[in-house]
């Protein structure tokens, strides 16, 4: 590790490699997940799906004596419009990522191709209810997004836990540079999210977030005003957040790495 600081409440950890910010996320989520579960009989754990998150996650299912037919997996966001089969489908993300590979005792899918979106909607959030988040692993995007709450759709106060949101220019083309998507025409103009509130309600929060793209991202969470234009920078009011970051995405920081 480069660099460990702190900003408001949020814990910082920098590593010089995006591999090296995996593999160290993972051995503290994993070390984590031992502990609360000698506390706990299940544990209740919400997923990102994207590439910023590979690393962490083939790290975390290489972990031993992680029970996790304790715990209950769930995701943060899903596209509307895709079949069920898509690849780019971020519930078929962390199928082949995670929930594939080590046997959970629930996987709860956000996807669900018999319900409209608005009752999708309200059957996700009853789960949440249900089995309130423990953990959540997650990423930002390049426009400072959480889930898929970029900055015009994105609420602190957000009276809903489960929303159908339309997705902005930068947030679609990030789909397209991340090489989800060959072309922009073929990005989901909407997708259903777990919204800000929902998140932070998660006992404890690892954000892993590598590569130079996030850098202005990683800088307005960090450093700039805590509002919605920069829905990240909430992270900062959260008892128990830790950011995990690469020198690439930490290079605009005010700190020497």
Same mark, same amino acid.
Request: proline share 4%; hydrophobic share 40%.
């Given at each position: 590790?480069?660099?460990?600081?702190?900003?408001?409440?949020?814990?910082?950890?920098?590593?010089?490699?995006?591999?090296?910010? =995996? +593999?160290?996320?993972?051995?503290? &989520? *994993?070390?984590?997940?031992?502990?609360?579960? /000698? @506390?706990?009989? $299940? #544990?209740?754990?919400?997923?990102?799906?994207?590439?910023?998150?590979?690393?962490?996650?083939?790290?975390?299912?290489?972990?031993?004596?992680?029970?996790?037919?304790?715990?209950?997996?769930?995701?943060?966001?899903?596209?509307?419009?895709?079949?069920?089969?898509?690849?780019? =489908? +971020?519930?078929?993300?962390?199928? &082949? *990522?995670?929930?594939?590979?080590?046997?959970? /005792? @629930?996987?709860? $899918? #956000?996807?669900?191709?018999?319900?409209?979106?608005?009752?999708?909607?309200?059957?996700?959030?009853?789960?949440?209810?249900?089995?309130?988040?423990?953990?959540?692993?997650?990423?930002?995007?390049?426009?400072?997004?959480?889930?898929?709450?970029?900055?015009?759709?994105?609420?602190?106060?957000?009276?809903?836990?489960?929303?159908?949101?339309?997705?902005?220019?930068?947030?679609?083309?990030?789909?397209?540079?991340?090489?989800?998507?060959?072309?922009?025409?073929?990005?989901?103009?909407?997708?259903?999210?777990?919204?800000?509130?929902?998140?932070?309600?998660?006992?404890?929060?690892?954000?892993?977030?590598?590569?130079?793209?996030?850098?202005?991202?990683?800088?307005?969470?960090?450093?700039?005003?805590?509002?919605?234009?920069?829905?990240?920078?909430?992270?900062?009011?959260?008892?128990?957040?830790?950011?995990?970051?690469?020198?690439?995405?930490?290079?605009?920081?005010?700190?020497?790495?």
């Amino acid at each position: 590790m480069i660099k460990a600081f702190k900003s408001d409440k949020l814990k910082i950890k920098i590593f010089k490699t995006r591999e090296e910010m =995996g +593999f160290e996320a993972a051995k503290e &989520a *994993a070390r984590l997940i031992r502990t609360m579960l /000698k @506390e706990k009989d $299940y #544990l209740n754990i919400i997923f990102a799906a994207a590439p910023s998150q590979n690393d962490f996650l083939s790290s975390l299912i290489k972990e031993e004596d992680i029970e996790w037919n304790r715990i209950r997996a769930f995701h943060m966001d899903e596209y509307i419009g895709l079949s069920k089969d898509a690849p780019q =489908g +971020f519930g078929n993300f962390l199928k &082949a *990522a995670i929930f594939d590979k080590v046997v959970f /005792k @629930e996987v709860n $899918y #956000l996807y669900d191709e018999h319900l409209n979106a608005e009752a999708n909607c309200a059957r996700y959030e009853s789960l949440l209810e249900k089995y309130p988040a423990d953990l959540v692993f997650m990423g930002i995007g390049e426009n400072g997004h959480i889930a898929f709450n970029d900055p015009h759709v994105a609420r602190f106060d957000d009276h809903e836990k489960v929303k159908v949101v339309d997705l902005d220019l930068i947030c679609r083309t990030q789909q397209v540079n991340d090489g989800c998507f060959q072309k922009l025409e073929d990005v989901p103009t909407h997708a259903t999210t777990l919204t800000i509130p929902a998140l932070m309600r998660g006992k404890k929060m690892f954000c892993m977030v590598p590569t130079e793209r996030k850098d202005i991202a990683v800088k307005l969470t960090v450093e700039g005003s805590i509002n919605e234009s920069c829905p990240a920078s909430v992270l900062r009011q959260h008892p128990d957040a830790t950011l995990f970051l690469d020198r690439d995405s930490a290079a605009l920081l005010n700190v020497k790495v």
